[in-house]
């Protein structure tokens, strides 16, 4: 991973598609760690995390991350998912947010020199290989440890860098427990 400390950096963090990676391969992320991590790679500039929330659900267990993202250092790019039913009378829940990350994107083209883009959607190549037309680095974060891989082979082949989640793990995510039934996540409260 090639990162300069003088270089202007900006996260950008699809956040279902982190989650999904993450648990692909075990991981809990300790957001507090990845902005610190990142803090001290260059000059971190913006940290964007995207979601889509259900704006009538009391409780969604993503409302306290989001709460403390925001709190927390990070800019929280959110909308209202939809709720429908699918043709076999499931309730399932739409909310894209690949348009709201790729605008913000472009435009941080213009005042950053390194984005690091926490997803593995192959939609984003054609972004990737936008932003790096205007002179800016891209590296991606995702996965292809998981099977199958997280990250579209388009994608990867686009970023300047390959940044495996799994290998970024010691440094991002809570750390794990052993216990007799296996290994389990820790269950300090770092929020």
Aim: hydrophobic fraction near 40%; glycine fraction near 6%.
């Amino acid at each position: 991973m090639a990162f300069y400390k003088d270089e202007r950096l900006a996260l950008f963090i699809d956040g279902a598609n982190l989650y999904s990676a993450a648990r692909a391969v075990g991981l809990e992320i300790d957001f507090r760690k990845l902005f610190k991590e990142f803090q001290t790679r260059g000059r971190l500039i913006r940290a964007n995390y995207y979601t889509a929330l259900l704006e009538n659900d009391d409780y969604s267990p993503i409302r306290p991350l989001v709460d403390w993202l925001a709190y927390n250092g990070f800019n929280v790019i959110k909308k209202s998912a939809r709720e429908f039913v699918d043709r076999e009378g499931r309730k399932r829940v739409r909310g894209n947010m690949d348009v709201e990350l790729a605008v913000d994107m472009l435009e941080a083209a213009a005042w950053a020199d390194h984005i690091v883009l926490f997803s593995g959607n192959g939609d984003f190549r054609r972004l990737v290989e936008a932003v790096k037309a205007k002179g800016v680095r891209v590296s991606v974060v995702s996965t292809m440890n998981a099977s199958p891989p997280m990250i579209s082979d388009d994608l990867r082949r686009e970023a300047d860098t390959f940044i495996e989640l799994v290998d970024l793990g010691e440094l991002i995510a809570r750390p794990r427990r052993e216990t007799a039934d296996g290994p389990q996540d820790d269950d300090r409260d770092d929020d």
